[in-house]
């Protein structure tokens, strides 16, 4: 709409009651803070048509005011002041902390847990990490359009509990973020809990003490440093892009994995060549990919000793309908007009290394593997459009009419083979991950 | 007593600018474009939208719209919006979620 804005035609968007601060701030992002909206009371979707009807009759008059009354100045919506250095008072320093914590808790500025004072010593020390100058500008990180230097990175890093070894893998992380194809935007401001899952291959990954093994994604002192980089990924996505909860984060239900979900592969117990090798990158390169993804089902089998077995376990996994992605792609593609990118929406398999011997043992490879998958993973036409709207399937893919004859039709859940990303990680016993992506992933170089 | 000094982790953001349009007298003869984005429930608000529109506006036209890219939403692209803003007078839209 501000685009209609800038080229001169008066528009107003018709949203509801609790999407208000977040349209308020999305429309100021794009520099149009006072864009008019007529404000329903409940969300359009899951409702009947005649109570719609009834929610726009009653806020008709807002319509009319917006398109033709002339556009009020909006206040600052909640974008948090800049002050560059903050001091806390207390009887002794534990107390100054702890008043730090409540006050970065009120401003938005925390993930709930205990952060670590990021005083100009620690921050000092953390950026020893890296090369860079603290001034640099690594990224202008949506959906705030916040200016992502070294410095705020070391910052959050910091309060995050990380050590100098980790800011180079959160710069790469950044990077990551703020790739066009990323589409950071969507993925940060939407009402879908999607949470940045960060995969680390490389020398850098295991000099940072990452875990690949037993419990990497888990609690407890193996994956510490994981846990660490997650949680700074987070911090920055809210304190350097202006993520934040209620403003610019509408999340319904919001999901455990966004406080942090960082691991390494378990390059030294694959098969295969290491993911990031896959996907281009020199063997000794360091890498970080960042997927984001909506949630994560286990891929537990024990009995099976072929790879076809596996599959179809693996294949129940992929073919759930109530995750958003499956089968998204009758309905188009994830797609940013201002870069002009698409993604097609992947999933995250994490195979541990038993699975993975499995497969490797009749010859497997990943294409193999992504190719199994996308021929087992399918269901019904009619079952895949249980939650879609068929005005976007005659939107995105006007040859597919035909299908609606045919309902029973099995389809793949996703576009193509390869949107089975596939790495290795996790410790003993037959037990993986699949991870329900939103879009796809991208990868960067580590750098000092 | 003590005292903590630390840096703020909040970045400095990129400010941006946009005029609003000039918003029209009289929506008596004006086209309205009603653009849905294709989530859920839109569709019924426009359709109401122009109803009401129609009843108070008798000389009012309108003109339905969605994005030329997407999925659950639907996006305009640049020269979908040149070619809204060529066809019409105002635009009423929805979010939905």
């Given amino acids: 709409m501000v685009e209609l804005e800038r080229r001169g035609v008066p528009t107003v968007i018709i949203t509801a009651e609790a999407f208000v601060q977040d349209a308020r701030r999305s429309a100021q992002s794009f520099g149009l803070a006072g864009l008019p909206l007529a404000v329903v009371p409940t969300p359009l979707t899951n ?46 320093l534990l107390d100054a902390w702890s008043r730090m914590n409540r006050d970065f808790l009120a401003r938005g500025w925390s993930d709930g847990f205990p952060l670590v004072a990021p005083t100009g010593r620690a921050v000092e020390a953390m950026l020893r ?76 990954g295991r000099a940072a003490n990452l875990n690949a093994g037993m419990c990497a994604l888990g609690p407890g002192a193996p994956s510490a440093s994981n846990t660490v980089l997650g949680r700074a990924v987070r911090l920055t996505m809210m304190n350097v892009g202006h993520t934040y909860v209620g403003v610019s984060d509408m999340d319904t239900i919001g999901s455990p994995l966004k406080y942090s979900l960082a691991c390494a592969e378990n390059e030294a117990q694959s098969p295969w060549e290491p993911y990031h090798v896959a996907r281009g990158y020199a063997r000794e390169a360091s890498t970080v ?66 699975h993975a011997q499995i497969f490797a043992g009749e010859g497997w490879d990943r294409a193999r593997i992504q190719q199994a998958l996308y021929k087992t993973a399918r269901l019904p036409f009619r079952t895949l459009m249980l939650n879609k709207e068929p005005k976007a399937l005659q939107a995105a893919h006007p040859e597919l009419g035909w299908l609606a ?44 | 007593m003590a005292s903590l000094e630390i840096l703020s982790p909040v970045a400095n953001v990129v400010e941006q600018s946009v005029k609003p349009a000039p918003r029209l007298r009289d929506l008596g003869h004006a086209t309205i474009g009603l653009y849905w984005n294709m989530k ?10 122009e109803q009401l529109l129609r009843e108070r506006f008798p000389g009012a036209r309108f003109k339905r719209y969605t994005g030329s890219v997407g999925w659950l939403m639907r996006h305009c692209t640049a020269e979908d919006a040149d070619r809204i803003a060529a066809e019409v007078d105002a635009v009423v839209g929805t979010t939905n979620d």
């Avoid at chain 1, 990490?129 to 070391?154: C, H, N, Q, W």
């Fill in chain 1, 405 to 448: 004859d045919h309902p029973d039709l099995p389809l793949p859940v996703v576009e193509t083979p390869d949107c089975f990303e596939i790495a290795v990680v996790g410790g003993a016993a037959g037990r993986g991950a699949y991870f329900y992506g939103a879009g796809e992933p991208v990868t960067m170089p580590v750098e000092d």
């Fill in chain 1, 47 to 92: 409702r009947r048509p005649e109570d719609i009807h009834r929610m726009v009759t009653e806020a008709f008059d807002q319509v009319v005011a917006g398109l033709t009354r002339p556009v009020e100045a909006c206040a600052d919506v909640g974008r948090p002041a800049v002050e560059e250095r903050l001091t806390y008072d207390g009887p002794d």
């Fill in chain 2, 40 to 49: 859920a429930g839109g569709d019924a608000a426009l359709d109401r939208t």
């Fill in chain 1, 129 to 204: 990490g890296s090369a860079r100058d603290p001034g640099e500008v690594i990224a202008t990180l949506e959906p705030g359009f916040g200016v992502a230097t070294v410095e705020k990175l070391a910052i959050n890093a910091v309060m995050a509990g990380g050590g100098p070894e980790h800011l180079p893998l959160l710069v790469a992380a950044v990077r990551c973020l703020a790739e066009p194809k990323m589409y950071l935007r969507n993925k940060a401001m939407s009402t879908g809990p999607h949470a940045p899952l960060v995969l680390v291959n490389g020398p850098k």
């Fill in chain 1, 289 to 354: 990919t960042v997927h984001f993804v909506y949630g994560i089902c286990e891929l537990h089998d024990f009995r099976s000793t072929r790879p076809e077995d596996l599959i179809q376990v693996f294949a129940t996994a992929a073919t759930n309908v109530a995750q958003v992605g499956t089968a998204l792609w009758l309905i188009g593609r994830r797609a940013d007009p201002r870069y002009k990118t698409e993604e097609r929406e992947h999933n995250t398999l994490f195979v541990c290394p038993e």
